[in-house]
């Protein structure tokens, strides 16, 4: 069973920047996908970066130059910079390879005007 654990976070005002930090344990696939993913309220959850094991990274179009994804191993990284009050939401960290498509608990980004 592969369990993601997240951190960071927060309240921050528009142009300021926070990471996020996912731990996954429990990995026994070298393939697979760590992204995050967030949801604002009364809107769908939308991918907002992913990194693959072979390196390869996307984003959004609406985060592209501001949001930067990494990986070590098995903790994804996302750093994000220039905030926008529309960023707001909860951000979840996800984890995909061929047998698991797990989801962290999320954790709350506010951005404020």
């Known amino acids: 069973q592969v369990q993601l654990v997240e951190s960071g976070g927060g309240l921050v005002q528009a142009g300021g920047s926070l990471r996020l930090s996912c731990a996954a344990s429990?990995?026994?696939?070298?393939?697979?996908?760590m992204g995050w993913y967030r949801q604002a309220p009364g809107k769908q959850r939308e991918l907002v970066a992913a990194?693959?094991?072979?390196?390869t990274t996307n984003y959004a179009d609406s985060v592209k130059g501001r949001f930067f994804i990494s990986r070590a191993k098995n903790t994804v990284y996302l750093q994000m910079n220039s905030l926008k009050p529309e960023d707001t939401a909860v951000y979840y960290c996800?984890?995909?390879?061929?047998?698991?498509?797990?989801w962290g608990q999320g954790t709350q980004v506010t951005v404020s005007s």
């Open positions: 990194f693959r094991s072979g390196g």
């Open positions: 429990g990995i026994t696939f070298s393939i697979n996908t």
């Open positions: 996800n984890y995909k390879d061929g047998v698991y498509d797990e």
